[in-house]
């Protein structure tokens, strides 16, 4: 079975642009969600979908969106971008109420 | 604030000896934690987990402990490996909906040969 699969791999930004990172995660799994990764903050929750809807969402600014489609492939969306938005997005998939999450690879987004 | 915390940020051991990952949370209502081990270029990997009725939980060279009054736990490895050296994170599960675990900062340990 594939394992989650977040693209692109590596992404640089100028301040102000918007940026979309994808995922897909492992076949069955109907939940996903993304957590951004900064050094000496561990992982912080942005949300979680399942089944296309939004079901938990963490305290980030309104900047931060996401969304998922039918075939639980989710995208996050960051609008004008600031320097501290650089991070490693990572993107997670579970069953559903499963506790157990299984991470892509991330998607290290630098922004200049 | 930080509701769990990893108060150590690195940790070194000599290979063979016994390597000792400590997580601190303030709510005294979490019931569900887990270990995560991310390599660099990686993402996390689940290694172990306890729920809140056992105090101890053990897989291979891997053991949990969990102390509920303390609202500490700690990841025991034993031995330590080379191949163990990377960033561990402990969780714990918000709520019961899923999808949602809240992380400690990380401690990146190194074993050393």
């Known amino acids: 079975k594939a394992g989650v699969t977040q693209t692109p791999r590596y992404l640089i930004k100028t301040r102000g642009q918007q940026v979309t990172l994808s995922c897909s995660p492992i076949s069955g799994h109907r939940s996903v969600s993304w957590y951004q990764q900064t050094p000496g903050q561990g992982l912080q929750f942005l949300f979680e979908?399942?089944?296309?809807?939004?079901?938990n969402k963490g305290n980030f600014p309104g900047r931060f969106s996401g969304r998922q489609f039918s075939n639980s492939r989710s995208e996050m969306n960051v609008s004008t971008l600031e320097l501290g938005d650089s991070a490693l997005y990572l993107c997670a998939s579970s069953l559903g109420s499963s506790e157990k999450l299984f991470f892509g690879s991330g998607t290290q987004l630098s922004v200049l | 604030d930080q509701q769990v915390k990893q108060n150590s940020p690195s940790l070194s051991v000599q290979e063979g000896r016994i390597s000792i990952l400590n997580c601190d949370y303030t709510?005294?209502?979490?019931?569900?934690f887990l270990w995560y081990k991310k390599y660099p270029a990686e993402g996390p990997t689940f290694l172990i987990s306890i729920s809140s009725i056992k105090d101890k939980n053990e897989d291979g060279r891997f053991t949990v402990f969990l102390n509920k009054s303390a609202k500490h736990l700690s990841l025991h490895i034993v031995p330590s490996q080379p191949g163990d050296s990377a960033v561990y994170f402990c969780a714990t599960l918000a709520d019961n909906q899923g999808g949602k675990l809240i992380f400690g900062q990380g401690t990146e340990l190194s074993v050393k040969p």
């Open positions: 979908y399942f089944s296309e809807t939004q079901r």
């Open positions: 709510n005294s209502m979490f019931d569900y």
